[in-house]
């Protein structure tokens, strides 16, 4: 089993409807946890951190479920330009320098 | 602009051929990475430095040495390179341990 795993996708979800999707992580000590946002051929771009309590920010909430070892993250009113790939990061302990990167989620919005 | 600055943006090495890739952070921050990005993969880090003066290998370390020559500055170096070593590779950088990255916009290396 890897240790952060996506489904690859991709999804395609007409503009303005709700998305999300799951990163499940095999270490259950996991301290820390990212999504992050790459375009094609482009760097990835923090999205967006995962607190325990679930955090939004605008039309993007990410939540940790810890019993069941996911994150998720949910996109409200989907917009073309949130076409791009998702990234799963996980801090296997805390102050670790070696994040787990899952190989990502692709997300078409179609018109 | 502030960030993370990568060069060079392309290469193409033969087999055997070496060459360093270069990256510069302005953003005064502690620790540096080189990360590679395979088709499929998740991003898999070569080598860390927490601190200047600090190196340490990541998960895929053999056939790069890395080179932390102040604050800003890390670099990367392929002595021999390898059709295996054909990737794209990021630089980043963050301001602590838990904090998230700031990346380069990367170097899309070919080894033929």
């Known amino acids: 089993r890897k240790e952060v795993e996506q489904d690859p996708g991709p999804f395609n979800v007409p503009e303005g409807a709700t998305v999300a999707f799951n990163c499940t992580y095999s270490?259950?000590?996991?301290?820390?946890f990212f999504w992050y946002r790459q375009d094609c051929r482009k760097e990835p771009k923090l999205l967006m951190s995962v607190y325990s309590s679930g955090n939004e920010d605008g039309r993007f909430t990410a939540q940790l479920n810890r019993a069941s070892q996911y994150i998720s993250l949910l996109i409200r009113d989907s917009k073309l330009s949130d076409s791009a790939t998702y990234l799963c990061v996980v801090n296997p302990r805390w102050g670790n320098y070696q994040l787990i990167w899952g190989a990502g989620t692709k997300l078409i919005i179609k018109p | 602009n502030a960030g993370v600055t990568q060069t060079p943006k392309f290469q193409v090495l033969k087999t055997g051929q070496s060459m360093t890739l270069q990256c510069a952070q302005d953003m005064n921050h502690n620790s540096m990475y080189w990360y590679r990005q395979d088709p499929g993969m998740g991003l898999r880090l070569i080598y860390y430095?927490?601190?200047?003066?600090?190196?340490d290998k990541g998960e895929v370390p053999n056939g790069y040495n890395v080179s932390r020559l102040n604050k800003r500055e890390f670099s990367l170096r392929l002595e021999s390179a390898a059709p295996s070593q054909t990737s794209v590779y990021f630089c980043?950088?963050?301001?602590?341990?838990?904090?998230?990255?700031?990346f380069g916009s990367g170097t899309r290396l070919t080894v033929v």
């Open positions: 270490n259950s000590a996991s301290q820390s």
């Open positions: 980043a950088s963050r301001e602590a341990a838990n904090y998230g990255y700031t």
């Open positions: 430095s927490a601190s200047e003066g600090t190196t």
